[in-house]
């Protein structure tokens, strides 16, 4: 392939920030669309209701059905199939998959130049648990065929593509490590800090500790919550933020009652800007997680993190530079958040390093021209 020719790029995810949106699939997928969409023509094939183009990019939508999840993602490969070959008279050059959601479209279109994204595994979102539930075996093996069947795969971190070639034998030689990226200037504004936590009812001096993400057994919120009354017991007058949705909500909520802490479900990108910048350290709890986008934008926010020893988290924060990595416990988590309340000085440094790091390794662009390495190697 020619390294100087503008590719016909096609897109294939069943989330965006401007269609349908779940969690930070759709921030990674959307934003290498418009880098790659700089210099190249990019299709973006998702769900929806009507196509639309935005930054340079065209998105194509179908609107699947089905009565699970395994059987509304048949339906939306086999929909958006369709909606590919409408716009494939002048051939695409590359097809790119994100996550097993669209592996069925992977299989339809496998005779293509194809490249296959894992962003996480089925075994990772359940914490590391294998599930014996027929819905875990349909999407892992989903996951493997998706390896199996690309011409080049790409991991979002190096514990990620190790956990894939553990579990699915994917040959290590086609699997590449490219992480996601953040645009740093969405949570690189000036905002009243304690302005903020009055809305909330805080005062403005003390302490606020947060939590964004799904409230689910992969993210750990209940590991932050089991360590709040060690929290507490040093820092009678620390504030608690979880904010997301999630099937652990009720059972946080109930476990919760008579502390400090506040669940304000789901939150605009607007208010999650002002939350970040209204904290004081900023908690990333998971059990499993292949890379944590939260983490780009906790930086990006000049906030200090507390993160599980675990998967893109463990990889990318270094100890005692950009912020503290700990066991995924409640001891471990207590730890954290009590060092950088005992010793204020260290967050404001390791917050300067975090935002540092973004321009250093997480710059879309960037991202992109190792993304466009591999689609030339297929």
Known sequence: MDNGKRLKIAIFCWESLYS????????????????????????FFTRGDQDFEVCGVSYHVWHPQGSNIVEYCASLSHGLVERFYQFDTEPFDILHFHDWHMVE?????????????????????????????????EISGKEWYGGLTARRCIAVSGLLRQEVIDLYKV??????????????????????QGAIKQKYGIHYLAPLIVFIGRLVYQKGPDIL??????????????????????????????????????????????????????????????????????LLEAWSANRPVVVSRVGGLAENVEH???????????????????YYLDNPNERNRLGRGGYNQVDRRFFWDSIAEQVMHVYREV
């Open 20 to 43: 349908e949106r779940v969690g930070g699939l759709s921030n990674a997928a959307t934003y290498l669309a418009q880098s790659l969409g700089k210099k190249h023509e990019v299709h």
């Open 105 to 137: 479209a992977l299989h339809l279109l496998r005779h293509r130049r194809t490249v296959f994204t894992y962003h996480s595994t089925e075994f990772g979102r359940n914490g590391g648990v294998h599930g014996d539930w027929w819905e875990y075996h």
């Open 171 to 192: 040959d290590p030689g086609k699997i590449s490590v490219i992480p996601n990226g953040v645009v740093k200037e969405q949570f690189d504004v000036s905002i009243n």
């Open 225 to 294: 919550v089991d360590a709040m009354p060690k929290i507490l017991d040093r820092f009678w007058n620390a504030q608690f933020i979880m904010a997301g949705c999630g099937g652990m909500k009720d059972w946080l909520i109930s476990r919760t009652a008579g502390m400090p802490v506040q669940f304000p479900g789901f939150i605009t990108d607007s208010e999650y800007v002002r939350l970040l910048h209204a904290s004081d350290i900023v908690v990333i709890p998971s059990r499993n997680e292949p890379f944590g986008i939260v």
């Open 320 to 338: 005692g530079v950009t912020g503290l990595v700990v066991d995924p416990t409640p001891d471990g988590i207590a730890w954290g958040v009590n």
